[in-house]
């Protein structure tokens, strides 16, 4: 479900591009616009989306589980601190949400230069940064292995 940029609505600012977590919304050189250039590595994550101040940046959904006919429509606006969506089915209905742009306030997470480096033994580690702490638990749930179950889809 990668992202396209409609092309004449796009002005070249780059936040697209500044916010991309997979690094594929760049600037074309010669046109001065975006465009997604590697579409079959987009999250899908909709940053891009939310971030474009022009309303450029549309997802195309694969025909499988996203028919012909649907759209998701986002608008961040910063100014009131929200985030509204609009999916609109085929059929014709249509589902509005608006959320909070974010949850916490503003200036309260610390960036990844604020926290100590990693000690090497975590590179052994399959935790991801400054888990389990930056998740408030003690540890990770795992499962044991005598909880887990053969034969449960049979
Ligand atoms: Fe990048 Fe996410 Fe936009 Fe895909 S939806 S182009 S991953 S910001
Ligand atoms: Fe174009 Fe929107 Fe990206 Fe800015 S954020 S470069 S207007 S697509």
């Known amino acids: 479900m990668p992202t396209f940029v409609y092309m ?18 760049h600037i074309d050189t010669t046109y001065r616009r975006a465009y997604n250039l590697e579409p079959n590595m987009c999250w899908e994550c909709f ?4 971030a474009c101040p022009q309303q450029a940046i549309d997802v195309r959904g694969y025909a499988d589980f996203a028919p012909l006919g ?4 986002v608008l961040r ?17 249509e589902k509005n949400f608006v959320s ?5 306030p503003w200036g309260s997470i610390k ?31 795992t499962l044991a292995r005598n909880q887990l179950k053969k034969g449960l889809l049979q």
């Open 70 to 73: 649907h759209s998701v429509r």
């Open 8 to 25: 004449t609505n796009c002005d070249g600012c780059g936040y697209c591009v500044d916010i991309c977590p997979s690094d594929i919304m």
């Open 77 to 93: 606006e910063a100014e009131k601190g929200t985030i509204s969506w609009r999916i609109k089915f085929r059929d014709g209905r």
């Open 100 to 104: 909070p742009i974010r949850t916490t």
């Open 111 to 141: 960036g990844p230069a604020e926290y100590a480096p990693p000690a090497a033994a975590a590179m052994a580690s399959q935790d991801l940064a400054h888990e389990p702490e930056a998740l408030k638990v003690g540890a990770l749930p």
């Open 47 to 50: 940053s891009c989306v939310k």
